[in-house]
């Protein structure tokens, strides 16, 4: 599977928008970019993923660098509930699985 | 999107035991996996649980110590076999629906097991 590098933490203040970065420089055609969070105590749940353009959902949005060798989560206006980890996923059609790094923790301060 | 019910949700185990974790969807799904997540660590897939077969595992995980059931589109076990510490974990279930890349996952709430 091809392998995403993102930063080991960031941190943000309350009502302020956050851009999360992700790296996949060997990303192939067929790969989804997908974006998961994992609040304390909870299983991952979904954020948004996308193909080649930008994506917008109530939750965030993702923007694709045209070559897809990068992308970056956007969250517009981070509250406190949005501490979690947040990891991006490269998935192919033909596997299914999603392997996990280890992710982006993000801290919002009040 | 699936919802899914894992049960236990948490346990404390005796070293040399096992133990077998459910996980029922409310609907028929394509796909279904099994996660750990070691304290303070990533997730890490088990194995895909394939409906009527036996499980595809992946590298460092064998049938003996994880053995998986799925016998229809809606449920699946995980079985932790002969315990030890090191076995400690959240064990998660994941479903997805279609074959598609573009098809998201969800996770259960996950099983914390202890193990004394």
């Known amino acids: 599977d091809a392998k995403t590098t993102q930063p080991n933490s960031m941190e943000s203040n309350e009502e302020e928008p956050v851009h999360l970065p992700c790296n996949h420089s060997t990303i192939s055609g067929t790969d989804y970019i997908h974006w998961y969070r994992q609040l304390p105590s909870q299983g991952p749940e979904y954020v948004i993923h996308?193909?080649?353009s930008n994506v917008n959902n109530r939750m965030a949005s993702l923007a694709i660098a045209e070559d897809r060798k990068s992308s970056t989560l956007i969250l517009h206006r981070a509250t406190l509930r949005d501490a979690a980890v947040y990891y991006c996923i490269l998935r192919r059609t033909s596997y299914g699985k999603l392997t996990f790094g280890q992710g982006t923790i993000l801290t919002v301060h009040p | 999107s699936a919802v899914i019910s894992q049960k236990p949700s948490r346990d404390i185990c005796q070293r040399g035991t096992s133990l077998t974790i459910q996980c029922q969807v409310d609907s028929q799904v394509t796909m279904m996996f099994w996660y750990r997540q070691q304290p303070g660590q990533s997730l890490t897939l088990i194995a895909t649980a394939n409906q009527g077969s036996e499980a595809t595992y992946e590298s460092g995980f064998v049938i003996d110590k994880f053995p998986i059931s799925r016998p229809n589109l809606t449920f699946s076990t995980l079985t932790v076999s002969n315990m030890s510490p090191e076995d400690s974990s959240i064990y998660l279930c994941?479903?997805?629906?279609?074959?598609?890349?573009?098809?998201?996952?969800?996770f259960g709430a996950g099983s914390r097991l202890t193990v004394l």
């Open positions: 994941s479903v997805v629906m279609g074959s598609s890349g573009a098809n998201v996952l969800t």
């Open positions: 996308g193909l080649t």
